[in-house]
DNA sequence: AGCTAGACTTGGGGTTATTAGG
DNA sequence: CCTAATAACCCCAAGTCTAGCT
């Protein structure tokens, strides 16, 4: 269906560009989807779908896989595991990746969590697969998909009901190809995968049968493309939407198998996660081994095997994702889902890179309202001007009360206005007139109708709409941060010694790009002016980067969008590492509680840091200049940042990250409180709790105990492991609502583990005390609805109400309804009201965002019928879509 | 072995958009 | 419908960690 539409094609462009967009535009999804595979590949419109197809086929793959299957019941997959292989021959991982399929059993094609399965699995998986047939299922099944919640998706039925649907329609468009395909497909599609990278290469290595599945598939297709997006600049975008026609006509041989049959489309490895997960252990088990022998071998032994696994991780880049989207609305979520084309090869993370650069900020223009000196107006140039504005309208911060932010601006802005400048001092400055000014404007906008509102956003989006979007190995994805940082004073946090400094504006000259050798150089926006230098590095994922002005050793990026498959790929890693660190996690506990006694004074040192960094989460702490607020972690801790008291507990009071106040007081074991005794003897406040360690040290003794592990996986390993054990133990059978306060309860515990806080906003006193009013008033009325209660009991009339008038004569029964309706109002806000207190200080979005892995929540949503968006907002659908077609049954 | 440049993740606050309350 | 509260999103600072160099 899908396909069709596609390739009628002729969506304008724009479509594509809203589809993509996300967000706003759902409306087109049904197109969006058509286009949006589009985008991605020539072929995927095509492949839509197949894809559908593929399903069915899923199941004969399966039986090609089925030697997947018998290395593991489980999954096979799991790159990881395989890399030690891998690292003697990267090409064949990409392979062995691929083999995906992990299957599930062929079992009938009963819907259920074997359809799922298959879905995922299925397939073929060709690297480059677009995107995954379930949600382009639903979509297609129904345009309105979009709207409609994912949950209804996730669910299992309806997922299932689709997907049926789906591989119905599409087995009868040509079953045929699925099911011969198959076998040959399965093979093919591991070579792309890893071989999809080089285009040219890979066809002349591969086998004839896979080249042709490719070339079926689309993915061929997609190759092509991407060649060819390095003629024009702009037209990439354009191309990949309207590129499948002409795509296929340019390419000759390509088109015809594309677009009948074949259909194979790529799928994606989906399943692969799921695969891992069970696979996994297999190989885990493998890993301990290996890792138990490296622990008693010798560090170069460990040291060897931690490059394996980076080796073997790399691989992993080629699953796949799989995306969540629906289809066209890909384009609110991520798009493509392509896997990754990073095949084997060490660094590689893309192969064509098409963007458009980045966007600058308009020029300063000029207000004229003049500022005053010792009561005079004043002169300024524009630039003197604009700095002068810079620090007028910051007049409402708490910045204005430290004097190291106006020294620094005072530093900065004298130079602009030189020595013999009529201002010869900060102090005697007024600016107020341009602080009026700015406010005025505000209100100004304020004032404006949502029309023109709209108009002016709408214009906006037209002018940076190009900007938006790059385009990664032939699939259009998100890009973070287009737009250059504007100038602005700097705005450290905590006692950062260079706040209130002037951030000069950034200049083309200032800035890298980074972009595919064949692909079209980013116009330079600003005319006359050039940039800095172009690069076609294709181990970093960078766009572009300038180096901040205010420390030049410091680089800022232009990376892709969360939703990206690069991002999300490397955010599933992550994930991965953190659960492998549960099969490592025993016997690094017990390694380092035998070393609470250590003599060794450095052993020491590491096993009560581990401690503190598995017990507390703390951050590693590394080491900060003097030009730095000062923060400290694990490593840089300071005597006296731990108190003891007595018998067993350590206080803890320390600035971290952000100078976010950290303060813990715990009880430990006894060793750990001796040790810390012992650490803290003989050295001053000031001095390093531990002096012998870093964090590369830590680090590097961490890498022994489990390949890749660091300190930071610590967080990541206890923030999701305690949300599926909270969520596990805690989810009772109940309504969503119920079941959401759940979820809300185990995402503040883990979000206090991590000590993510928030400032307590401005209002939260008046809104605290405005609920107690609201409560007194509802006492009271319930009082007044008791005492008339007791009079209409005895045939009296109400009482009077506070204001004088007389009330309506109620029945006894009205009364106590109201009375009860009352009661469970004032329990309610004093319900509200006590959360609103626990949470006025606690951040439930950080850990969200950053550490707890996305399948738990996808998996707990679908065990529970709970809608997952009720739980993830539409950036985190997005940035998570990976991980939406998790097996119900996973846990971390 | 230590150092540093480089690259990428994590984080809170401010702003804007959306929803709730009246 | 209008204002207030809340949620979403953007911004960019501040961490972590790796790799390459000496």
């Known amino acids: 269906m899908a396909v069709e539409t596609s390739d009628k094609p002729n969506l304008p462009r724009d479509f594509d560009d809203d589809d993509e967009a996300p967000l706003i535009y759902k409306r087109y999804s049904t197109k969006k989807n058509q286009s949006h595979s589009e985008a991605r590949k020539s072929s995927s419109h095509t492949l839509d779908g197949q894809s559908y197809r593929q399903m069915p086929n899923a199941p004969s793959s399966n039986g090609q896989t089925s030697s997947v299957q018998k290395g593991n019941t489980a999954p096979s997959l799991k790159p990881s595991t395989m890399k030690p292989s891998v690292g003697i021959s990267k090409a064949s991982n990409s392979v062995v990746n691929t083999s995906s399929v992990k299957l599930p059993v062929a079992n009938s094609k009963s819907p259920s969590l074997a359809d799922k399965q298959k879905m995922s699995i299925d397939v073929k998986v060709e690297p480059e ?164 022998d490296k622990s008693s071998s010798t560090k170069k032994v460990s040291a060897k095997v931690t490059k394996v696994n980076k080796s073997s991780s790399k691989p992993f880049k080629k699953q796949t994702k799989k995306t969540v989207k629906k289809s066209g609305s890909g384009s609110e979520y991520s798009k493509s889902t392509k896997l990754l084309p990073s095949s084997g090869d060490g660094q590689k993370k893309w192969t064509t890179l098409v963007h458009n650069g980045v966007i600058f900020p308009p020029p300063y223009q000029r207000h004229g ?148 050798k ?71 506990r017990s390694a380092y509680t035998k070393d609470f006694n250590n003599k060794d004074i450095t052993k020491l040192q590491i096993a009560v840091a581990t401690y503190l960094i598995d017990k507390l989460a703390l951050r590693a702490g590394n080491e900060k200049d003097d030009d730095e607020a000062d923060t400290v972690g694990c490593c840089t801790l300071k005597v006296e940042n731990v108190t003891r008291e007595p018998p067993n507990k350590l206080k803890f009071n320390f600035l971290g990250k952000d100078s976010i106040k950290y303060e813990n007081t715990v009880e430990v074991e006894l060793p750990v409180y001796n040790a810390i005794l012992k650490l803290q003897k ?57 079941k959401i306060v759940v979820y809300q309860h185990a995402n503040k515990q883990v979000a206090i583990i991590c000590n993510h806080q928030r400032s307590v906003s401005k209002s939260h006193d008046a809104q605290m005390s405005k609920l107690t009013e609201k409560i007194d008033e509802l006492q009271a009325v319930l009082k007044e609805l008791k005492t008339d209660l007791d009079r209409a009991r005895k045939g009296k009339p109400p009482s009077k109400s506070s204001d004088g008038k007389t009330k309506k004569n109620l029945t006894p029964e009205v009364l ?77």
């Open 129 to 292: 697969s677009i995107e995954r047939g379930g949600k382009i299922l639903c979509e297609d099944s129904e345009d309105d998909d979009d709207d409609k919640p994912l949950s209804c998706r996730l669910k299992n039925s309806n997922y299932d009901k689709k997907v049926m649907s789906v591989v119905k329609k599409s087995s009868e468009e040509s079953e045929d190809d699925d099911n011969v395909p198959l076998s040959k497909k399965l093979p093919g599609t591991f070579n792309l995968g890893t071989t999809s990278t080089n285009h040219d290469d890979s066809d002349q290595k591969k086998p004839i049968s896979k080249i042709q599945k490719e070339r079926e598939n689309g993915s061929g297709m997609r190759n092509k493309q991407d060649r060819p997006s390095p003629m024009p600049a702009k037209r990439p975008l354009d191309n990949s939407n309207s590129l499948q026609p002409s795509v296929k006509k340019s390419k000759v041989s390509v088109p015809d198998a594309s677009i009948k049959t074949k259909p194979v489309s790529e799928k994606r490895e989906m399943k692969l996660e799921d695969d891992d997960d069970n696979v996994p252990i297999s190989q885990r088990i493998k890993k301990q081994a290996m890792s138990g």
């Open 369 to 516: 309202i003049k500022m005053l000196f010792k009561g005079r107006p004043v002169d300024l140039t524009p630039e003197q001007e604009e700095v002068a504005t810079m620090y007028a309208v910051m007049r409402d911060t708490e910045y204005m009360q430290k004097d190291k932010f106006k020294d620094n601006f005072w530093n900065d802005w004298r130079k602009l206005l030189g020595r013999n400048h009529v201002i010869q001092n900060l102090k005697d400055c007024d600016f107020t007139p341009i602080y009026d000014w700015y406010q005025s404007e505000k209100e100004k906008k304020k004032q404006m109708t949502t029309e023109e509102k709209k108009t002016l956003k709408e214009e906006k989006m037209k002018q940076e709409e190009k900007y938006m979007w790059a385009i990664v190995d032939g699939v259009k994805e998100k890009v973070g941060n287009f737009r250059v940082e504007p100038p602005g004073l700097f705005r450290g946090r905590g006692e950062h010694p260079k706040m209130g400094k002037l951030k000069r504006r950034i200049r083309p000259g200032d800035i890298t790009i980074n972009i595919g």
């Open 816 to 892: 106590e309804k109201k009375i009860s309706q009352t009661n469970a109002k004032i329990e309610k806000m004093q319900r509200d009201m006590k959360t609103k207190e626990d949470l006025k200080t606690v951040a439930l979005g950080t850990s969200k965002i950053n550490y707890l892995d996305p399948r738990i929540t996808v998996a707990w949503c679908k065990r529970h019928e709970v809608p997952i968006e009720k739980i993830f907002n539409k950036s985190l659908l997005a940035k998570f879509c990976w991980a939406m077609d998790v097996d119900p049954d996973f846990r971390f």
């Open 682 to 738: 003989d050295k001053r406040p000031g001095d390093d709790l531990f002096d012998k360690l870093d964090t590369s040290k830590l680090n590097a003794h961490l890498k022994e105990l489990m390949p890749g592990l660091t300190a930071k996986v610590f967080r990541t390993f206890n923030a999701s492991i305690t949300l599926d054990n909270m969520l596990n133990k805690e989810t009772k059978d109940g309504d969503v609502g119920e």
């Open 518 to 588: 064949d692909a079209p150089i980013p116009e330079c926006p600003i005319p006359g002016e050039k940039w800095k230098e172009i690069r076609h590095d294709n181990t970093v994922t960078w766009l572009a980067y300038w180096s901040d002005p205010i420390n030049p050793k410091l680089f800022k990026y232009v990376f892709l969008a969360a939703s990206s498959s690069l991002k999300g790929q490397s955010d599933k890693e992550k994930y991965e590492k953190a659960r492998m660190l549960k099969d490592y996690i025993g016997n690094i």
